[in-house]
């Protein structure tokens, strides 16, 4: 499928869920702003999800019609395409075992963490609902926190 690293790099760097993603349609990327519009969300408040210039850089080659899904299916139009085929053969090939599409948003949450993020940062991001919903990412901070805590206040005696 010519679009599963699109969706595969989307999914790595906005922390979109699978469905989130499947839902786009070309009208509401923002090339000039680099963001998503996610209307359709699991907690049913719409965000906004900005975007890397790589990630801006593979759409535009793909550009559709205003009303077209980003990830539409040829045979059916108006819905997604169903790439299990394809996702299991990347998996495959790869030689990964047991990693599920949604692992992909767990690794953006995570990578967002040991980037320095904070816990608001890391949900707001992903549409998290509340904070104890990014706290399962704590432990992967502790380390930008401590250096973080030693610039600020380290000579403090």
């Not at 993603?21 to 090339?31: T, V, Y």
Request: aromatic share 8%; glycine share 8%; net charge positive.
């Amino acid at each position: 499928w010519d679009r599963l690293y699109l969706m595969v790099l989307m999914a790595l760097t906005t922390g979109c869920r699978r469905g989130e993603l499947e839902r786009l349609r070309w009208r509401d990327i923002d090339f000039e702003r680099a963001q998503a519009s996610i209307h359709e969300t699991k907690n049913g408040e719409p965000r906004i999800a900005p975007l890397t210039d790589p990630v801006i850089e593979e759409l535009r080659r793909h550009t559709g019609e205003p009303a077209d899904l980003i990830f539409g299916s040829r045979q059916a139009p108006g819905q997604p395409f169903v790439f299990t085929a394809q996702w299991a053969a990347a998996l495959k090939a790869a030689s990964i075992r047991g990693f599920t599409f949604h692992g992909l948003r767990h690794t953006a949450a995570s990578t967002l963490a040991m980037g320095g993020a904070s816990l608001h940062d890391v949900g707001a991001i992903l549409g998290h609902r509340t904070l104890a919903m990014s706290a399962r990412y704590a432990h992967l901070s502790v380390g930008h926190k401590t250096k973080v805590v030693r610039a600020a206040l380290g000579a403090i005696k």
